[in-house]
């Protein structure tokens, strides 16, 4: 088939949907240390419901080890490689434990006051389906009543972008564009898979560039180019490394963990020249069968993300002391096992924090005892700290966002600032 002028538009658009916006200077003076650069922020999505309780435990609960009998996490031990690793500072009492397999990546962030957990947080939204509670999550916007047919015309990055303005520049390191970054502001996005060759040759780019150049469809072309060398650079000098059904579903063609470790170096590189707010997806979360404990699905998923994290972190050089991650899912998963030794859709999930110059090293945000009393429907988490409200907080910290701004990235939710920054 020839080459039409239709298709080859169509083709360099593949994963660059937009121009990129111009970098400028973000500095939030209650975050920012003296002389940094952009202030940066990166949204990791875990799409599929991750189980929170299985990776920042509560050690405390003997309900826990109750419910949970062949995939609870053993209490902490010394001697014991797959035990709990206990989450406090010296001469603290420890209520909670982190999962063996983020020992070596994740607790000498936490060690550093570069990481921190908020437990019982997440969505009022109780669907418990992943693709409802996703968009839900992604908007941004209050959760409709029961039964109320859900509009979203665009995301919360999107909205803040554009409270931001002009010095925003963000971008989806997605297959397409996600919810969160979809609205009024114009946002590339980059898939991180298969991204180490060109879309077309050279000649084929040349000719594409030559039939717009000095059109208003020249920026757009000249900056996808530009993009797709970058990503294609990076990927020859960094290595490069399903589930069935619902589970693939629930994924969306987000990037699995084991991918995200690979990519995480790239992405960092990106975001470290080039973009302030970045949004990435890691699917395989969806633990209905066979999680496992401190071995097995859950622990593999988890060593991955936190080798990711730990990569992006050294990556980003000190624009890591200017940057804040947060790593959220759709909801967190049942409290008690199910008959096939893994968890189903639940509600309250564990949010992660990172950053080079957040108060990190502890589990902030409000806390109770895990009993049957205290679970959501007798099941699961319940939601303590919404995720609009924590987030709405972090913004307001990094980029000195103002009451008007923030409500129109979080319609009616009053920011919480749980001291992580």
């Known amino acids: 088939m020839g080459i039409t002028r239709r298709n080859l538009l169509k083709a360099a658009l593949v994963g660059v949907a937009h121009p990129l916006l111009p970098v400028r200077g973000i500095v939030s003076q209650a975050f920012a240390a003296p002389g940094a650069a952009d202030a940066k922020f990166l949204l990791v999505f875990l799409r599929g419901g991750y189980d929170a309780a299985n990776v920042v435990i509560p050690i405390g609960s003997d309900f826990y080890y109750e419910v949970r009998p062949t995939i609870a996490i053993p209490k902490p031990d010394a001697a014991n490689s797959n035990a709990a690793v206990p989450l406090a500072r010296a001469n603290d009492a420890a209520d909670w434990g982190l999962h063996p397999a983020l020992a070596e990546s994740m607790l000498p962030l936490w060690r550093r006051g570069h990481l921190g957990f908020v437990p019982f947080a997440g969505t009022s939204d109780l669907t418990r389906s992943h693709f409802e509670t996703q968009d839900s999550i992604e908007s941004g916007m209050p959760v409709s009543p029961a039964g109320g047919q859900r509009t979203y015309g665009s995301g919360f990055l999107n909205r803040l972008a554009a409270a931001l303005d002009a010095e925003a520049a963000p971008v989806a390191f997605t297959d397409g564009l996600p919810m969160v970054m979809a609205g009024d502001v114009v946002v590339p996005n980059v898939s991180l898979k298969g991204t180490g060759k060109p879309p077309f040759d050279e000649r084929q780019m040349d000719l594409l560039a030559g039939m717009y150049a000095g059109t208003r469809f020249q920026p757009l072309i000249s900056e996808g180019f530009a993009l797709r060398k970058t990503v294609a650079e990076q990927a020859e000098m960094m290595a490069q490394g399903g589930t069935p059904g619902e589970m693939q579903a629930a994924n969306r063609n987000a990037l699995t963990a084991r991918g ?32 496992g404990g401190a071995q097995g699905q859950l622990a593999n998923l988890l060593a991955s993300l936190g080798d990711g994290l730990a990569a992006f972190a050294d990556q980003m050089g000190p624009a890591w002391n200017q940057t804040v991650v947060c790593v959220l899912s759709e909801f967190g998963r049942t409290f008690r096992e199910n008959g096939t030794r893994g968890t189903d859709h639940g509600h309250g999930s564990v949010h992660w924090i990172l950053g ?48 008007a701004r923030l409500a129109r990235i979080f319609p009616n939710a009053a920011s919480v600032d749980l001291g992580l920054l």
Request: glycine fraction near 12%.
């Open 260 to 291: 995200f470790e690979l990519e995480a170096r790239r992405m960092a590189g990106l975001m470290k020249e080039k973009f302030n707010i970045g949004f990435i997806d890691v699917g395989g979360w969806d633990t209905h069968v066979n999680q």
């Open 356 to 403: 080079g110059g957040i108060s990190g090293g502890r589990v902030a945000g409000e806390q109770v005892a895990v009993t049957p009393q205290t679970l959501n429907q007798n099941r699961d988490f319940p939601v303590l700290t919404e995720y609009r409200s924590m987030l709405a907080g972090i913004f307001r910290r990094i980029y000195s966002l103002d009451s």
